[in-house]
């Protein structure tokens, strides 16, 4: 069985006879981080994969062991994110442009994790509320993210919360982060392709993307993300 991320049906679970191990073409389109066309039956709402022809293959991906876990996390996430047959043709160019991205770079490949991370979450219609505190709408003084009320609060509403303000997940916010969650949310993935974040403040963005997705998504266990360095 394959998990194959589709323009027309989105994640699709298929069966297939076609080797990995074999030498002939539909065997590379089968791989992971492979960019392909497929013939696809369906019978009784089970897909079956008849043949496949590469378009595409992050090969690169699988020669550098960093590259390959940032890139597995990108499957995984959505793997998680995503049910059978939900088709995302913004997603879809979304995963194709990070692979490429990712595919390039030589280094601080959590720059790219973070912007891939969050406009996820944009496109699944989560992502972080930034342009005006979230408990009383001012626009000025937001020096927190609340990841429980997702998005930003002002220091007058941390500073007197109301009764049923969730104290937990609190993070202290700089200029700095808030421009950056801003960007990423504002702007396509392929803007990141020389950006480099600074180490802190992108340790500081992983923390609090880290609880936002586990809290709001309820996705706390992510095999790949383990292996993650900060390269």
Do not use: W
């Not at 995963?95 to 406009?119: A, H, P, V, W």
Request: charged share 25%; with cysteine.
């Amino acid at each position: 069985m394959l998990k194959v991320f589709t323009k027309e049906f989105g994640k699709i679970s298929a069966a297939t006879n076609i080797s990995e191990k074999g030498k002939n073409k539909s065997a590379l389109a089968i791989s992971p981080f492979t960019l392909g066309t497929y013939q696809v039956n369906s019978r009784r709402d089970i897909y079956y994969i008849q043949s496949a022809e590469t378009k595409k293959n992050y090969y690169k991906l699988g020669e550098d062991v960093d590259k390959f876990m940032y890139g597995s996390y990108a499957l995984e996430l959505t793997d998680k994110v995503f049910e059978e047959n939900q088709p995302s043709l913004s997603f879809y160019q979304l995963l194709c442009d990070y692979l490429q991205l990712l595919e390039k770079r030589n280094k601080k490949f959590d720059t790219l994790l973070l912007g891939f991370q969050i406009k996820t979450l944009v496109i699944i219609g989560q992502g972080p509320h930034m342009d005006s505190c979230v408990l009383c709408g001012a626009q000025d003084d937001l020096t927190f993210f609340s990841v429980p009320e997702g998005g930003v609060v002002c220091s007058q509403c941390h500073k007197n919360p109301q009764d049923d303000f969730n104290v937990s997940l609190i993070y202290p916010m700089s200029e700095g982060i808030i421009n950056v969650l801003k960007y990423f949310s504002d702007n396509p993935i392929t803007n990141l392709e020389k950006m480099v974040l600074d180490k802190e403040l992108s340790r500081e963005l992983r923390q609090i993307i880290r609880a936002f997705i586990s809290y709001h998504l309820d996705l706390s266990e992510f095999k790949s993300e383990r292996f993650l360095s900060e390269s």
